[in-house]
């Protein structure tokens, strides 16, 4: 199974970005994006399973999406209003059964 991910790059402060994620194998119960950056823990920004569920980070609601692709292998956030700390690399990550599926990271840099 391979995630690839594509989106991502520099953008002003309040600017938008969107991210895709396919998943070339598994239809994931559930797909979404993480985000690690500098000196800090990778941290969930925000899932959403083929049931419809969404789950975000308190620091992105309101400000990102998320939506399943057509047949539900393609995941893809949509990142309005950035602003310096969404600064990170980005994961796809791909869940079944507990078990975690992940793709390369694509950087998202947000600065003036």
């Known amino acids: 199974v391979q995630l690839q991910a594509s989106g991502g790059g520099l953008v002003q402060p309040g600017g938008s970005l969107r991210l895709s994620c396919t998943s070339s194998g598994s239809i994931f119960n559930d797909m979404g994006w993480y985000r690690q950056a500098p000196g800090k823990q990778r941290e969930m920004v925000a899932t959403?399973?083929?049931?419809?569920?969404?789950t975000f980070a308190d620091s992105v609601k309101g400000r990102f999406t998320i939506i399943r692709g057509a047949g539900q292998r393609t995941v893809n956030l949509q990142m309005n209003g950035l602003q310096p700390e969404d600064t990170a690399i980005y994961y796809c990550n791909g869940r079944n059964y507990g078990m975690d599926y992940w793709g390369k990271g694509t950087q998202v840099t947000v600065s003036s």
């Open positions: 959403l399973t083929t049931g419809g569920r969404a």
